[in-house]
C-alpha cells in the first residue's frame, strides 16, 4: 500500500512539474505572439489616400513535395522565396538502376533565412504634413481637421549594404507582416488632398497646429547566406549549404496607408 502511495505522490508531483512548465511555455509563447497595438491617434487612410498606393503582396511560397523533401535534407535551414521557387520549377528523377551515379551541381550562393530579433514601430517615422489655424482673436473654439498639402513619397530600406539587398527585403518584410500584422512597403505614397474628418478644436486665444506623419517599423536580425549545392547519388539527392556567413541587419519598413496624429494648441507660433 506504501509503495502505491509512493508511486501516486511521484506522478502527481511529475504532473505538477510538467504542468507548469507547459504553461510557462505557453505564456512565453502568448507574450511572443503579442501583435502591435496601433494607437488611437493614427488612422487608417486607405480609403482616403487620393495616390492609390498597390497592395504589397509577399505571401509564404508552399514548398513542393519535392522541394520540401530538399529543404528538409538542407543542412542549413532554407526559407528564400525566390530559391523555393526555382527548385519548385524544377523536376529530377533520379533512375532506380543509377547505381554508382553522382553528381554536384552548384545553385549559387543566396541569403537562406533571416531571423528577427527586435520589431518595433516608430509611429512618428516621417513628418508629412502640417495643418495650422489661428484662434487668438476668436470668441467660440474652431475646429481644424487633417488636409494633405502637398503629395509626400516616403521611403524605407536596409540599414546597411548586403548582398542580394531585394531578397533580404523580401525577407525581412515577410517576418514583420506575420509578426505586427500590420500593412508593410517599403515605399508608400500620401496623395494630395488626402483628408480625414477627424475633428481638434482649437481653444480660444490659441494657434491650433494638426502635425501629420507617416509611421514605419523597425525590423532587426541576422541574415544567413551560403553556397548550395545540389547533390546526387545514386537515388538518393540531397541540398547541402557550404561557407554559410551571417550578418547583422536592419530596416525601415513605412506602413502604408496609415497616419499618425499629433495635435497641438500654443500661445504662439511655433
Known amino acids: 500500500m506504501r509503495i502505491l502511495q509512493l508511486f501516486f505522490l511521484l506522478f502527481l508531483s511529475f504532473g505538477l512539474v510538467t504542468t507548469g512548465a507547459h ?25 482616403d489616400n487620393t495616390y492609390p498606393n498597390p497592395a504589397e503582396d509577399v505571401p509564404y511560397l508552399q514548398p513542393s513535395e519535392l522541394t520540401q523533401e530538399l529543404i528538409d535534407s538542407s543542412n542549413v535551414k532554407i ?60 470668441n467660440i473654439p474652431q475646429q481644424i481637421y487633417y488636409r494633405q498639402d502637398a503629395q509626400k513619397n516616403v521611403k ?16 525581412m518584410m515577410l517576418k514583420a507582416m506575420q509578426k505586427t500584422k500590420l500593412p508593410l512597403s517599403f515605399q508608400t505614397i500620401i496623395g494630395a488632398g488626402t483628408k480625414k474628418d477627424q475633428i481638434y478644436n482649437i481653444p480660444v486665444k490659441k494657434l491650433g497646429y494638426l502635425y501629420a506623419f507617416s509611421p514605419a517599423v523597425n525590423e532587426k536580425g541576422k541574415i544567413t547566406y551560403g553556397e548550395v ?23 525601415w519598413i513605412p506602413v502604408q496607408d496609415h497616419v499618425s496624429f499629433i495635435f497641438a494648441a500654443s500661445d504662439r507660433p511655433r
Open 79 to 138: 526559407e528564400n522565396p525566390n530559391l523555393i521557387k526555382i527548385m519548385n520549377e524544377s523536376s529530377i528523377n533520379p533512375s532506380p538502376v543509377a547505381i554508382g551515379y553522382r553528381a554536384t551541381i552548384y545553385l549559387g550562393q543566396w541569403p537562406l533565412y533571416y531571423e528577427s530579433n527586435e520589431t518595433s514601430v516608430n509611429w512618428e517615422y516621417q513628418k508629412i504634413n502640417t495643418n495650422y489655424a489661428d484662434n487668438r482673436g476668436g
Open 229 to 251: 549545392y545540389l547533390v546526387l547519388k545514386g537515388k538518393q539527392m540531397k541540398i547541402v549549404v557550404k561557407n554559410v556567413t551571417s550578418q547583422g541587419i536592419g530596416a
Open 156 to 171: 524605407g530600406g536596409l540599414t546597411s549594404k548586403v548582398a542580394s539587398s531585394e531578397e533580404v527585403k523580401q525577407m
Open 23 to 47: 504553461a510557462e511555455q505557453a505564456a512565453k509563447g502568448k507574450k511572443d505572439d503579442k501583435a502591435i497595438v496601433v494607437p488611437n491617434s493614427v488612422l487608417d487612410i486607405s480609403k
